[in-house]
């Protein structure tokens, strides 16, 4: 399974029956320094189109530099393994893997979970010899999590000891006992070694709600983990998850990634309307998420703001398109919907630039003047592309 990856890679898999699973990806990436480059190696990942950004959310969507990706600046040439949870429905899944530069695999393994609500890892993993990086993430996706149970070794050397740090969604779990290694929870010390407690298992309360949650763990030197287990919680839901090829809701926009609700106001709004038009729609909402005081600053929140896009509201025409845009199982549909999903996935990638500073559009029911008058007073109207005429407003 080892790949050098210069470019993007599709791996793809089957599940079996609707269920957790846990995909194991190890790779690793050498620093600028060590190419005698100007850049870094680095690589993320997507399943089945999710793509991983930074926790919490900031203006501008981090890819590659978050815990759910391999870095090269941090990893300088060691590997990383990441763990990602998720319930998939039966069939085909494929993962992504996107290099910047170039990056090493190491190993794919896809693992259908059983026992959930006793989920325990046995990792038995000894990491390589380097100094403070990146070792093990895992990645929960719209999953909770209540505890995390890990159980570490770390050896004393009177030169350099073996240290791990534990940070779970950004915040570095303390070690309270210890002066010299408060932000390490774990490290060796002649103590220790006399007392034969190099290997020390502890729990951490965590109670994280539904959602994309990263468990770091970082090593200095060459320490252990032995195992790792979560709870997460009450009972996982197996609900059908939408993708691109499966689009329908499941009853709640909130279980939509990003890229999902972008898609469907794009193709709610303008799937009839030139690929200009639609990349608008799309930039439009970027550009609220943007605007700092004004509106929610994630996409979700933009978009299910209340009395916002008519296209979401029950009662309009468009709405049976929205909630399930294949519904009517034409081939242009399908053709609109994939346009509208890629310019979806691309604008928040930043792989297509956006082209507009809209902050508002509306169709050819509203009129110009109507518009200008009563909805954006303090704004301009930028121009008409197709049917949806666009404007930008402070507010």
């Known amino acids: 399974m080892k790949r050098k990856i210069t470019q993007q890679y599709n791996h793809s898999f089957e599940v079996f029956k609707p269920g957790l699973v846990a995909t194991f990806i190890s790779a690793r990436c050498r620093s600028r320094k ?7 190696e680095d690589l993320r990942v997507e399943i089945n189109g999710l793509q991983f950004r930074e926790i919490p959310p900031e203006k501008r969507t981090q890819l590659f530099n978050i815990p759910a ?12 393994t990441i763990v990602f949870l998720t319930v998939l429905n039966k069939g085909e899944h494929i993962i992504s893997l996107v290099s910047q530069d170039s990056a090493f695999m190491e190993d794919i393994k896809v693992e259908e979970l059983v026992d959930i609500q006793d989920l325990k890892f046995n990792l038995e993993e000894q990491a390589e010899d380097g100094d403070r990086r990146p070792w093990y993430t895992f990645v929960l996706i719209d999953l909770r999590l209540k505890t995390i149970t890990a159980k570490v070794t ?9 240290d791990v740090k534990i940070i779970i ?7 309270k006992l210890s002066l010299f290694h408060r932000y390490w929870f774990w490290a060796g010390s002649l103590v220790k070694k006399l007392l034969k407690k190099e290997t020390k298992e502890h729990t951490f309360e965590a109670n994280l709600d539904q959602g994309i949650h990263y468990i770091e763990f970082w090593a200095d030197k060459t320490p252990a983990l032995h195992r790792v287990g979560l709870d997460l919680g009450k009972k996982v839901e197996f609900k059908h998850i939408p993708t691109v090829d499966d689009p329908k809701w499941t009853g709640n926009f909130w279980d939509d990634t990003e890229e999902m609700l972008l898609a469907r106001l794009i193709y709610g709004e303008a ?6 038009a639609k990349i608008w729609v799309a930039g439009a909402v970027i550009n609220r998420v943007e605007t700092d005081k004004v509106w929610p600053n994630t ?3 933009v978009i299910l703001e209340p009395k916002q896009y008519d296209v979401f509201k ?6 049976p398109y929205v909630i399930d845009p294949l519904k009517d199982n034409k081939e242009t549909d399908k053709i609109a919907w994939q346009e509208c999903y890629k310019i979806a996935k691309d604008i928040i990638s930043g792989k297509l630039e956006n082209p507009t500073e809209a902050t508002h559009f509306h169709g050819i029911g509203i009129s110009k003047d109507w ?14 592309i197709g049917d949806i005429y666009f404007y930008w407003s402070p507010n």
Do not use: A, H, M
């Open 34 to 40: 060590q190419l005698n480059s100007n850049k870094d």
């Open 69 to 80: 990706s391999w870095n090269g600046s941090k990893l300088r040439g060691l590997k990383k």
């Open 154 to 162: 770390t050896k004393y050397r009177w030169w350099d000891s073996d």
């Open 169 to 175: 969604d950004g915040k570095v779990q303390k070690n």
């Open 271 to 276: 799937r009839n309307q030139p690929e200009e």
């Open 299 to 301: 996409i979700k929140e």
């Open 314 to 319: 029950p009662e309009d025409s468009n709405y």
């Open 371 to 384: 518009f200008l008058k009563n909805i954006v007073p303090q704004g301009k109207f930028l121009r008409k």
